[in-house]
């Protein structure tokens, strides 16, 4: 089964946006101002008095300069947490003495699953393990359906889904390459189950040949992907957004799932 892709013309609009690199450009000048002023200071306090202790809160000067900073630099609220936390899981690294190559290879995997956020803005967050049994009350079975999960990450909702509907076909596409590795291979385990997955960006995949469509990203990208959405899907076919609404658009229906805050937004289109 081949995907289709959107023209050039698309292919610019999707360029990731201008101001995801300007964030990540803010945290790192907010890290760097945050160690430069806690040497600066302890510097200046070593020259002051001629027998400093270090006591544990020091440790965490690092961590409430860079929150001060991520906060007048009027950030939004997780990158002030991010902010917050790097110095503070860094100096308990080092404190911890881990061996450099174990860090390295966390560092690593953390990077072919996250690292793409740096462009993105929407992390790996898996959706809730009772949304596939929503997911088959709103979706008639009678007729034939191509499922895509936008952002498929391991491809949990897909797995899950085919366990409930083995005659649907599965469409996943996802940015970051050990979630979609590990897709891949683990569909090789469902041999009598259809499952595509897809590497690369959503922006690049033309919606029109699938008759529903799920998306869990991040309210930043809910317009550009709306906009897909009512350019490219047919009539008679279902969006489904976990979380995030589109402003201005109200759904047709909202879930609202027992034990979870988040809610299953559908557009029947
Ligand atoms: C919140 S997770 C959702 C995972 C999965 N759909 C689920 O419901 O469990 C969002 C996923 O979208 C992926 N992603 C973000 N932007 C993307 C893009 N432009 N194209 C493809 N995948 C993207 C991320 O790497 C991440 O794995």
């Given at each position: 089964?081949?995907?289709?892709?959107?023209?050039?013309?698309?292919?610019?609009?999707?360029?990731?946006?201008?101001?995801?690199?300007f964030v990540v450009l803010k945290a790192?000048?907010?890290?760097?101002?945050?160690?430069?002023?806690?040497?600066?200071?302890?510097?200046?306090?070593?020259?002051?008095?001629?027998?400093?202790?270090?006591?544990?809160?020091?440790?965490?000067?690092?961590?409430?300069?860079?929150?001060?900073?991520?906060?007048?630099?009027?950030?939004?609220?997780?990158?002030?947490?991010?902010?917050?936390?790097?110095?503070?899981?860094?100096?308990?690294?080092?404190?911890?003495?881990?061996?450099?190559?174990?860090?390295?290879?966390?560092?690593?995997?953390?990077?072919?699953?996250?690292?793409?956020?740096?462009?993105?803005?929407?992390?790996?967050?898996?959706?809730?393990?009772?949304?596939?049994?929503?997911?088959?009350?709103?979706?008639?079975?009678?007729?034939?359906?191509?499922?895509?999960?936008?952002?498929?990450?391991?491809?949990?909702?897909?797995?899950?889904?085919?366990?409930?509907?083995?005659?649907?076909?599965?469409?996943?596409?996802?940015?970051?390459?050990?979630?979609?590795?590990?897709?891949?291979?683990?569909?090789?385990?469902?041999?009598?189950?259809?499952?595509?997955?897809?590497?690369?960006?959503?922006?690049?995949?033309?919606?029109?040949?699938?008759?529903?469509?799920?998306?869990y990203l991040s309210p930043i990208v809910?317009?550009?992907?709306?906009?897909?959405?009512?350019?490219?899907?047919?009539?008679?076919?279902?969006?489904?957004?976990?979380?995030?609404?589109?402003?201005?658009?109200?759904?047709?229906?909202?879930?609202?799932?027992?034990?979870?805050?988040?809610?299953?937004?559908?557009?029947?289109?």
């Amino acid at each position: 089964m081949s995907l289709l892709f959107v023209d050039d013309r698309n292919e610019k609009e999707a360029r990731f946006p201008d101001v995801a690199c300007f964030v990540v450009l803010k945290a790192m000048i907010i890290q760097i101002m945050a160690f430069l002023f806690t040497f600066f200071l302890l510097f200046l306090l070593k020259h002051q008095f001629t027998q400093i202790f270090i006591t544990y809160p020091i440790f965490f000067l690092p961590s409430l300069s860079a929150l001060w900073l991520s906060i007048r630099f009027k950030l939004e609220w997780w990158w002030h947490v991010l902010n917050f936390a790097f110095p503070a899981a860094l100096i308990f690294a080092l404190y911890m003495d881990f061996p450099p190559l174990l860090s390295l290879g966390i560092f690593f995997a953390l990077f072919l699953v996250f690292g793409t956020t740096l462009m993105t803005r929407v992390p790996f967050f898996p959706s809730s393990k009772f949304l596939p049994y929503e997911i088959v009350n709103i979706v008639s079975d009678e007729r034939d359906i191509c499922f895509l999960d936008v952002g498929s990450g391991f491809g949990g909702l897909n797995f899950q889904l085919s366990i409930l509907r083995e005659g649907w076909r599965f469409y996943g596409v996802e940015i970051a390459i050990l979630p979609w590795l590990y897709s891949v291979i683990k569909s090789k385990f469902y041999l009598n189950r259809n499952f595509v997955f897809h590497f690369g960006r959503y922006e690049n995949l033309n919606f029109e040949k699938f008759n529903v469509v799920f998306a869990y990203l991040s309210p930043i990208v809910m317009p550009q992907i709306w906009k897909k959405v009512q350019d490219e899907m047919q009539p008679g076919s279902i969006f489904m957004s976990y979380e995030f609404a589109v402003d201005g658009f109200a759904p047709d229906v909202k879930i609202k799932f027992k034990n979870d805050d988040r809610i299953l937004h559908v557009w029947y289109l």
